[in-house]
Nanobody
């Protein structure tokens, strides 16, 4: 049974930091591209960050570039999202997603991912 379980969400003050984790099971984690997406109330889901199966290549949405860092530990079947300099506009439910290798190094579109977690709430507020 495939599972992606996110954790680490919560309330953080503007300018603060938070680290999200996503533990995968039920598939060969190292053969999947991983990504993070988010959805704010009343808005569509948007791409945040992605990385290659090895973790050697990363790509970010312009809105988080320089503030967020995606990484993975294939030995632990875990992908992380380090959020620094958090801003109120980062408030959203954050989802991790897994997409099988098909040729590209990473994926930025939701339809390219097969598996999704249940999400973790991040609220940036003073």
């Amino acid at each position: 049974q495939v599972q992606l379980v996110e954790s680490g969400g919560g309330l953080v003050q503007p300018g603060g930091s938070l680290r999200l984790s996503c533990v995968a099971s039920g598939f060969t984690f190292s053969r999947y591209i991983m990504g993070w997406f988010r959805q704010a109330p009343g808005k569509e889901r948007e791409f945040v960050a992605t990385l290659s199966w090895s973790g050697g290549t990363t790509y970010y949405a312009d809105s988080v570039k320089g503030r967020f860092t995606i990484s993975r530990d294939n030995a632990k079947n875990t992908v992380y999202l380090q959020m620094n300099s958090a801003q109120p506009e980062d408030t959203a439910v954050y989802y991790c997603a897994a997409g099988p290798l098909r040729g590209p190094i990473f994926y930025t579109q939701g339809h390219e991912y097969d598996y999704w977690g249940q999400g973790t709430q991040v609220t940036v507020s003073s």
